[in-house]
């Protein structure tokens, strides 16, 4: 079966919707229940630097179909999704251990996130790269 | 096209972006140093006075008076003097009247014993309680004398952590599923107690007077002596300091909190388990 760019699209951008979205209302809650206190702004500064990026890559290729220039019957290539979705999943599940992890070490949540913060960084570069090269390869 | 370029270079941006060293390095790292902004608080206040402690207080020297530049037309300002309570706590030392305690619990009229024996039969039972000798020290001023204990970490029902973690500030990590839910959803919360065995003819009110500063309290096991120096009434004597019916022993309690949130800890004014059920617990009863 032919992968289209559609598919590949839709299922990228669930990925990462849903991914965020399960972070971020547990980031409420937190924030709600007093877990960080007055310094919650720098907890969701770190997501939101974490996501965000390559949330707004996503949007961007949603708003560019929805404008006509449509990706959906295009083929798209199997290697480069493979490697997008998957390193997608793993990125989310290493932030998702950062905040599963916290309460069964000794290090404060702040302590994590300053640790996590440049090899997230270098993460988030490569997936990004992948996913733009990904669409971009495609349409050209 | 244009669109998913465009995006692809915000993103860029934004990758670049968490590269950049953030503020959350300088706001959170201090989590378990300690910081200079509690030990001021001392500093600032003025604390209540015994009429003993209030004699030991000196006007500024010549000495001082004589180091300022001559004939310059600025007044210069006379020096305060700092009150004997404040210094000594700016010091790092146990003070008397001691601090502002948490809980406490008095032991009124101790009977004739010598000051020396009171302490042996203290500190045999802070031994059964797991405190060694590196784990308390003795203060001394006239006749009034201290047994201060090493901060050690509690949870909220008043016992000690087990070894390693009592003596250490490390936030314990949760051991139970409902610990485990509670840290990560409301964050760690620890506590830190430090008790004060005084012995002191003196009447004073323990909840009130200054709050220690946590790095103050924590320093005085640097500060005090391993061997009680008997500087009472009877300290020429063979014999040293008697006890008798005038004497009481206050046992005070002093408890910090610290929450993952925060970057120091904070006196407690009132924690849940008194004094009184915390000696209880340790087995040192009177």
Redesign the interface.
């Known amino acids: 079966m032919e992968l289209t760019m559609g598919y590949c699209k839709d299922k990228l951008l669930k990925i990462w919707s849903i991914g965020f979205a399960i972070l971020f209302l547990l980031l409420i809650?937190?924030t709600f229940?007093?877990?960080?206190?007055?310094?919650y702004a720098?907890v969701v500064?770190?997501l939101v630097?974490?996501t965000?990026?390559?949330l707004?890559?996503m949007?961007?290729?949603f708003?560019?179909d929805k404008?006509g220039?449509s990706l959906q019957e295009i083929p798209a290539d199997r290697t480069l999704y493979k490697i997008a979705s998957v390193s997608s999943l793993i990125y989310f599940l290493l932030i998702y251990l950062v905040?599963?992890v916290?309460?069964?070490?000794?290090y404060?949540?702040?302590?994590l996130?300053?640790i996590s913060?440049?090899f997230?960084?270098v993460l988030?570069?490569f997936i990004?790269l992948i996913i733009?090269y990904f669409?971009?390869k495609r349409?050209? | 096209m244009k669109a998913v370029l465009s995006s692809l270079s915000l993103t860029v941006l934004g990758v670049f972006l968490i590269g950049c060293p953030g503020d959350m390095a300088t706001n959170n790292s201090s989590v378990n140093r300690p910081t200079n902004t509690s030990t001021t608080v001392n500093v600032s206040g003025t604390p209540k006075l015994t009429p003993t402690t209030t004699t030991v207080n000196s006007m500024p020297t010549n000495s001082t008076a004589n180091s300022q530049p001559a004939n310059t037309g600025v007044p210069t300002p006379l020096p305060t003097a700092t009150p004997p309570q404040v210094a000594k706590q700016d010091e790092g030392q146990f003070s008397f009247p001691p601090p502002r305690a948490t809980t406490f619990a008095v032991k009124p009229q101790l009977g004739q014993i010598p000051l020396r024996d009171f302490f042996a039969d203290l500190e045999a039972k802070l031994r059964g309680a797991g405190y060694t000798y590196e784990s308390y020290r003795h203060f001394s001023h006239g006749s009034e004398f201290a047994l201060v204990t090493k901060m050690e970490q509690i949870n909220a029902e008043g016992n000690h952590l087990p070894e390693p973690l009592r003596w250490s500030e490390y936030l314990p990590a949760a051991d139970g599923v409902s610990s485990y839910a509670n840290y990560l959803l409301k964050g760690k919360r620890a506590y830190f107690r430090t008790l004060a065995f005084v012995v002191s003819q003196a009447d004073f009110n323990p909840s009130g007077g200054q709050s220690p500063a946590f790095e103050i309290a924590k320093g005085w096991i640097r500060k005090g002596h391993i061997i009680m120096q008997d500087t009472g009434p009877g300290a020429g004597d063979p014999q040293g300091t008697v006890l008798n019916e005038n004497y009481r022993c206050y046992i005070l309690v002093y408890i910090f909190e610290k929450h993952t949130s925060e970057d120091s800890e904070k006196f407690m004014d009132w924690f849940p388990v008194s004094a009184e059920q915390q000696l209880k617990q340790m087995n040192i009863t009177f």
């Open positions: 809650v937190q229940m007093g877990k960080y206190g007055n310094k720098d500064g770190w630097a974490l965000v990026p390559t707004s890559l949007f961007g290729v708003i560019a404008q220039t905040f599963l916290e309460p069964l070490v000794s404060s949540p702040f302590q996130m300053d913060k440049p997230f960084g988030n570069g990004t733009g669409f971009v349409q050209t």
